[in-house]
T-cell receptor
Framework: GQNIDQPTEMTATEGAIVQINCTYQ??????LFWYQQHAGEAPTFLSY????GLEEKGRFSSFLSRSKGYSYLLLKELQMKDSASYLC??????????FGIGTKLQVIP | EAQVTQNPRYLITVTGKKLTVTCSQN?????MSWYRQDPGLGLRQIYY???????DKGDVPEGYKVSRKEKRNFPLILESPSPNQTSLYFC???????????????FGPGTRLTVL
């Protein structure tokens, strides 16, 4: 089976940097995803890691350590529109995808 | 416009009345998947399909059926809906394994289902 843990809620200040952690235990590993989901909307893709290291995409970066079963999503220069839930997901064996429950980020002025 | 569409967007039904939620994508994607999202439980995969006529169970397949007779469509069938299937359902698709873009899943807008 697969188990994914991430904090339920976080609060950060506009303009700051926030790191959202995700730990996982899986049978098979074929990549880790981060998605953003605004309330009432569909998730949208942010990043994908399959090898160890940091992937940077504009204000968003994602890190993976496969040996530690650990990933984080780093959001820089926070904006109010970044208030959303951030979902960590792992693709395991046979291409099954398991999502964490999501981290609800509130950005305050 | 490249998109995943779902119908209906909202549905209220009664226990035992068979229903189908349609999902269609216009991006020629091979991989398609259904999820349900419930408060405190996150997104859970119901079924997925790697290609036409190939479907596999996700983590919560009980009470659901799917079919993949053509690449663009992946309907979700509830033969005898029950109140515990009240949820928000998302369909998603992504390119084939051989594509560099395989990793990005595109989600439909969601279907909010209530079973009374």
């Amino acid at each position: 089976g697969q188990n994914i843990d991430q904090p339920t809620e976080m609060t950060a200040t506009e303009g700051a940097i926030v790191q959202i952690n995700c730990t996982y235990q899986t049978s098979g590993f074929n990549g880790l995803f981060w998605y953003q989901q605004h309330a009432g909307e569909a998730p949208t893709f942010l990043s994908y890691n399959v090898l160890d290291g940091l992937e940077e995409k504009g204000r968003f970066s994602s890190f993976l350590s496969r040996s530690k079963g650990y990933s984080y999503l780093l959001l820089k220069e926070l904006q109010m529109k970044d208030s959303a839930s951030y979902l960590c997901a792992v693709r395991g064996g046979y291409q099954k995808v398991t999502f964490g429950i999501g981290t609800k980020l509130q950005v305050i002025p | 416009e490249a998109q995943v569409t779902q119908n209906p967007r909202y549905l209220i039904t009664v226990t035992g009345k068979k229903l189908t939620v349609t999902c269609s994508q216009n991006m020629n994607h091979e991989y398609m998947s259904w999820y349900r999202q419930d408060p405190g439980l996150g997104l859970r995969q119901i079924y997925y399909s790697m290609n036409v006529e190939v479907t596999d169970k996700g983590d919560v397949p009980e009470g659901y059926k799917v079919s993949r007779k053509e690449k663009r469509n992946f309907p979700l069938i509830l033969e005898s809906p029950s109140p515990n299937q009240t949820s928000l359902y998302f369909c998603a698709s992504s390119p084939s394994l051989s594509s560099d873009d395989y990793n990005e899943q595109f989600f439909g807008p969601g279907t909010r289902l209530t079973v009374l």
